[in-house]
């Protein structure tokens, strides 16, 4: 599956964006999604994933409340509410789809198979 990641920008803190991750194929139901973001210097850390369906998800302490993700398997497409945002925020986004066999979120990067190429969003303070 190939991933594209759009929707980022230069935000105001407090504002509200949406991102979107749009995949290739007709299988798009059958990967475990995530979107992942990395600030300069740091490691690639999990905002939160979403199961093949839908109906589950999990979030990372620091979004949670604030960032919903949800996905639209008729329309190959995953997506990041991000609301409140705040200068920590700032980071590139990355959309990361686990291969088939794989049911389960994880938090670990190196067990996403597959990953868009990153969107920058830079909120301002």
């Known amino acids: 599956v190939q991933l594209q990641a759009s929707g980022g920008g230069l935000v105001q803190a407090g504002g509200s964006p949406r991102l979107s991750c749009a995949a290739s194929?007709?299988?798009?139901?059958?990967?475990?999604m995530a979107w992942f973001r990395q600030q300069p210097g740091a490691e690639r850390e999990f905002v939160g994933g979403?199961?093949?369906?839908?109906?589950?998800?999990s979030y990372a302490d620091s979004v949670k409340g604030r960032f919903t993700i949800s996905r639209d398997n008729a329309r190959l497409t995953m997506y990041l509410q991000m609301n409140s945002l705040k200068p920590e925020d700032t980071a590139v986004y990355y959309c990361?789809?686990?291969?088939?066999?794989?049911?389960?979120?994880?938090?670990?990067?190196?067990?996403?198979?597959?990953w868009g190429q990153g969107t920058q969003v830079t909120v301002s303070s």
């Open positions: 194929g007709r299988t798009f139901n059958n990967y475990v």
């Open positions: 990361a789809a686990r291969s088939r066999e794989h049911i389960v979120v994880v938090t670990t990067a190196e067990r996403y198979d597959y």
């Open positions: 979403i199961s093949r369906s839908g109906g589950s998800t």
